[in-house]
């Protein structure tokens, strides 16, 4: 009886579906880019971007809305192809990195809104003020790296918000943007994973 009972829980297992776990992705610093655009004075939009940070993020693919994203950013690592320009924005009227080094955003919910499109609410934290940002997400690929044979899961993003909201106030007066656009490419590397661990 002990024989034929451990041969049907054999079988159960093994016909049991196999579910995809959770899977945990560390951002591939080469392959991840942070841009951000707003208005000089209405005669362009000036680009810049951020060349440092560290984070990472879950991807659920059987469950989107499971996933989430955790990236904190070095502010000093502003990078605007100008050493003066970036001295000004490191500064005390604008990102004031001497006091404040890092931006962070931490998300809160993921829905999906297409087949691959998706939306992030999250927490953004610049210069220590914390404001609810949505991310327009658009799932690329995932797959084995054709030659590193890694596991890697890429997303293209978009955000929208004003800086004075986080109390950057300096120049909107005189016609400086407030409006801020985002855009992020992101390709992340799978981690061993075991389990959500915060």
């Known amino acids: 009886m002990k024989k034929i009972f451990a041969f049907v829980l054999a079988t159960l ?9 959770p899977e945990k992705y560390s951002f591939d610093p080469l392959h991840t880019q942070i841009v951000f655009k707003v208005s000089h004075l209405g005669f362009s939009k000036s680009q810049g971007r951020f060349t ?25 690592s502003i990078n605007m192809m100008s050493t003066e320009w970036d001295d000004h ?20 919910k993921v829905s999906t809104t ?10 953004l934290t610049i210069l220590g ?3 609810t940002v949505d991310l327009d997400v658009e799932f690329n690929k ?19 918000f004003k800086r004075s909201d986080f109390g950057m106030n300096y120049g909107v007066e005189m016609g400086l943007g407030d409006d801020v656009s985002i855009e992020i490419q992101v390709e992340g590397t799978r981690q061993d994973f075991k389990g959500l661990q915060q």
């Open 13 to 21: 297992l093994l016909a049991a579906p196999a579910y995809a776990a």
């Open 142 to 160: 995932i797959g084995a790296h054709p030659m590193t044979k890694a596991q890697v899961a890429g997303f293209s993003a978009t955000a929208y």
């Open 114 to 123: 297409g087949e691959n499109t998706g939306n992030i609410t999250g927490d």
């Open 52 to 76: 440092k940070f560290d984070g990472g993020f879950i991807f659920d693919k059987e469950k989107p809305a499971a996933s989430s994203v955790d990236v904190t950013i070095d502010a000093n």
């Open 129 to 131: 003020v914390t404001k």
């Open 89 to 108: 924005l490191k500064g005390e009227n604008f990102f004031n990195t001497k006091k404040f080094p890092t931006i962070t955003f931490k998300s809160k």
